[in-house]
């Protein structure tokens, strides 16, 4: 016998954009479910840097882009949160670098740094005098020049732990395999239907938010939609297990001066050692090295972290590396989004943020399109949906890091909690 329930929005995957979306609509009174299929934040989000930027690396080639301006209110948006200020309460978000940090060297110092003179980047980047750098760029060897920007680092777990914790009744884990949409001829969703350990489980809504980021493509092929298409831009990261006592968040410049940079680093406590740390590398090495294995890949991180750093010993350090997808609506000619996109049909809305830092911007269109097709609070918000489905799916848990695998395999089961 199949079990049938009602609530206003179903949100399809539980990555940051779905947990934002879901906190969002909670505030405004909406009964909103997120299903998730693996870890709470097990794709792009986990294998994310962290990074809340504001698009200036976006602007390299000397020319704000369309990207670099539709971003550039971001960090403020996200510190606001932080401060308990903003659209959502992200106080207590462990934050792992309050700025990061780009470095260019001596060769195209006066290019730089007439660009980085400009009005429109007031505010936005600093130059820091020696005596101002952080500790790791405080050595005799270093040349060029470090400037500060307006962007930061969080720790992907805590923001997962801090967006999901409250709402832990109102997220559920389920078989992507069992997952099928009964849809009218026009192509409304009348409901979805899921298979749980008590059985057959119809849920009912106002509307269905698909938020599963590379998995949206399988979906909307379910679904039998053609348009909007999804595209793949994929990476090779690096993962450095490093003993070196001072953590690194900066964007290293290339010589060509280009739209990526030549090195993205952050670094991320090493659960398994006290004090030490994981440097996660991605920038033009991880896009130009999805053509190399990993033993040329690492080999290749090792060689330009070695020039770019040469007072950092790395001869015990232990490497690695991985690919990941970042899924995106498919623009002409492969170019990249320059907002989060949301795209309305019937009553499905297909999402994706294209980039961390403009998760918010993604919940704010798809507020806006609720709003604007007068879409309000409708279930009694009695919280039985949640109870009974409780009763059928279990919380899925929370990502954590590649690296945890990699480097400690006590540590790569996700976090879970259940009470079931």
Same mark, same amino acid.
């Given at each position: 016998?199949?079990?049938?329930?009602?609530?206003?929005?179903?949100?399809?995957?539980?990555?940051? @954009?779905?947990?934002?979306?879901?906190?969002?609509?909670?505030?405004?009174?909406?009964?909103?479910?997120?299903?998730?299929?693996?870890?709470?934040?097990?794709?792009?989000?986990?294998?994310?840097?962290?990074?809340?930027?504001?698009?200036?690396?976006?602007?390299?080639?000397?020319?704000?882009?369309?990207?670099?301006? @539709?971003?550039?209110?971001?960090?403020?948006?996200?510190?606001?949160?932080? $401060?308990?200020?903003?659209?959502?309460?992200?106080?207590?978000?462990?934050?792992?670098? &309050?700025?990061?940090?780009?470095?260019?060297?001596?060769?195209?110092?006066?290019?730089?740094?007439?660009?980085?003179?400009?009005?429109?980047?007031?505010? $936005?980047?600093?130059?820091?005098? @020696?005596?101002?750098?952080?500790?790791?760029?405080?050595?005799?060897?270093?040349?060029?020049?470090?400037?500060?920007?307006?962007?930061?680092?969080?720790?992907?777990?805590?923001?997962?732990?801090?967006?999901?914790?409250?709402? $832990?009744?109102?997220?559920?884990?389920?078989?992507?395999?069992?997952? $099928?949409?009964?849809?009218?001829?026009?192509?409304?969703?009348?409901?979805?239907?899921?298979?749980?350990?008590?059985?057959?489980?119809?849920?009912?809504?106002?509307?269905?938010?698909?938020?599963?980021?590379?998995?949206?493509?399988?979906?909307?092929?379910?679904?039998?939609?053609?348009?909007?298409?999804?595209?793949?831009?994929?990476?090779?990261?690096?993962?450095?297990?490093?003993?070196?006592?001072? &953590?690194?968040?900066?964007?290293?410049?290339?010589?060509?001066?280009?739209?990526?940079?030549?090195?993205?680093?952050?670094?991320? &406590?090493?659960?398994?050692?006290?004090?030490?740390?994981?440097?996660?590398?991605?920038?033009?090495?991880?896009?130009?090295?999805?053509?190399?294995?990993?033993?040329?890949?690492?080999?290749?991180?090792?060689?330009?972290?070695?020039?770019?750093?040469?007072?950092?010993?790395?001869?015990?350090?232990?490497?690695?590396?991985?690919?990941?997808?970042?899924?995106?609506?498919?623009?002409?000619?492969?170019?990249?989004?320059?907002? @989060?996109?949301?795209?309305?049909?019937?009553?499905?809305?297909?999402?994706?943020?294209?980039?961390?830092?403009?998760?918010?911007?993604?919940?704010?269109?798809?507020?806006?399109?609720?709003?604007?097709?007068?879409?309000? &609070?409708?279930?009694?918000?009695?919280?039985?949906?949640?109870?009974?489905?409780?009763?059928?799916?279990?919380?899925?848990?929370?990502?954590?890091?590649?690296? /945890?695998?990699?480097?400690?395999?006590?540590?790569?089961?996700?976090?879970? /909690?259940?009470?079931?």
């Amino acid at each position: 016998m199949t079990r049938s329930f009602s609530t206003d929005i179903v949100i399809i995957g539980g990555g940051i @954009a779905g947990l934002w979306l879901l906190n969002r609509l909670r505030q405004q009174g909406f009964d909103a479910i997120v299903l998730e299929k693996s870890a709470l934040g097990s794709g792009q989000t986990i294998a994310s840097q962290g990074i809340i930027h504001g698009g200036l690396k976006y602007a390299l080639s000397g020319v704000l882009s369309p990207a670099s301006s @539709a971003i550039a209110a971001m960090p403020e948006h996200w510190r606001r949160c932080l $401060r308990g200020e903003g659209d959502v309460d992200l106080r207590g978000c462990r934050v792992l670098a &309050p700025h990061y940090f780009m470095w260019s060297g001596g060769g195209y110092r006066s290019r730089l740094k007439t660009f980085l003179g400009s009005k429109s980047l007031r505010g $936005r980047i600093d130059t820091l005098s @020696a005596a101002k750098y952080p500790p790791f760029f405080q050595h005799s060897d270093i040349s060029g020049a470090l400037y500060q920007l307006s962007d930061f680092v969080l720790d992907t777990p805590s923001l997962i732990e801090l967006l999901s914790s409250p709402h $832990r009744d109102r997220i559920f884990k389920i078989e992507a395999d069992s997952l $099928r949409a009964s849809v009218t001829d026009s192509g409304k969703i009348k409901s979805i239907e899921l298979q749980s350990r008590s059985g057959a489980v119809s849920i009912h809504a106002q509307r269905y938010v698909l938020c599963a980021g590379e998995g949206n493509g399988a979906l909307l092929e379910m679904l039998g939609i053609a348009s909007p298409c999804m595209q793949t831009r994929p990476l090779h990261m690096v993962v450095v297990r490093t003993n070196h006592p001072q &953590p690194v968040y900066v964007h290293c410049i290339g010589d060509d001066f280009g739209m990526t940079p030549r090195l993205t680093i952050t670094s991320h &406590p090493d659960g398994s050692r006290e004090g030490g740390w994981i440097w996660y590398v991605g920038g033009e090495l991880a896009e130009s090295g999805v053509g190399r294995s990993s033993e040329e890949q690492q080999a290749e991180g090792r060689k330009q972290l070695s020039e770019s750093f040469p007072w950092v010993d790395f001869s015990s350090a232990q490497w690695s590396s991985f690919q990941i997808n970042r899924a995106e609506p498919r623009l002409p000619n492969l170019q990249r989004p320059d907002t @989060a996109y949301v795209n309305s049909q019937q009553n499905l809305l297909i999402t994706w943020p294209t980039k961390l830092a403009l998760t918010p911007n993604l919940s704010d269109t798809v507020c806006k399109e609720l709003a604007h097709q007068q879409i309000t &609070p409708q279930s009694s918000g009695s919280g039985e949906p949640a109870t009974v489905l409780t009763e059928c799916f279990d919380f899925p848990g929370i990502a954590r890091p590649r690296w /945890d695998a990699i480097f400690n395999a006590d540590a790569a089961q996700p976090h879970t /909690d259940s009470q079931s």
